[in-house]
């Protein structure tokens, strides 16, 4: 949950896969964050701008208003 408490970013199973996804908590609008096939354990930032989540064994952040996704640290 963002530090505002107005969302929500979860895995959510695709296939066989996972994928990241952001849910609004003030009007239940739920989006796929693109990119984020395989992802898990998402983390949203304290300004609720970013989401870091595990990508095998990459740490990586995407913004949750879109945008392209980078890697922060590989294992």
Do not use: C
């Not at 992802?39 to 304290?46: E, M």
């Amino acid at each position: 949950m963002s530090a505002a408490g107005d969302l929500v970013v979860y895995a959510a199973k695709q296939g066989e896969s996972t994928a990241l996804w952001y849910r609004s908590l003030r009007n239940a609008d739920t989006h796929p964050l693109a990119g984020t096939t395989g992802a898990n354990a998402p983390r949203i930032s304290p300004d609720g701008n970013w989401v870091a989540f595990l990508l095998g064994d990459q740490v990586m952040v995407v913004p949750i208003g879109g945008g392209s996704m980078r890697r922060l640290f590989e294992g």
